[in-house]
């Protein structure tokens, strides 16, 4: 009995961490598209300074590693300097 209580507890545990990570993920993807939306080209040499950018959802983490190499896809060779500000 104890053994499927604390299996049900886990997979709806896991269910709702498997929900942040997507919906954190979706953030993610989200930034460099609206970047590229609202701005559509950068002048060579630009400073970006992204600010705002929820470190998590929950539990999960919304700021990837792999954010830097996704913006620089949508502008090749015009950031020269990239960091993030402070959530406001």
């Known amino acids: 009995m104890v053994f499927v209580s604390l299996s ?9 961490r498997i929900s942040e990570w997507r919906i954190a993920g979706e953030i993610a993807d989200a930034i460099p598209r609206q970047l590229k939306a609202r701005h559509p080209d950068l002048p060579d040499g630009s400073t970006l300074v992204l600010s705002g950018i929820p470190r998590t959802h929950s539990h999960a983490h919304v700021y990837p590693l ?10 090749p060779d015009a950031i020269s ?8």
């Open 66 to 75: 792999g954010l830097e190499p996704s913006i620089e896809r949508f502008y």
């Open 81 to 88: 300097r990239y960091c993030t500000g402070p959530v406001t």
């Open 8 to 16: 049900a507890h886990y997979m709806v545990d896991l269910r709702a």
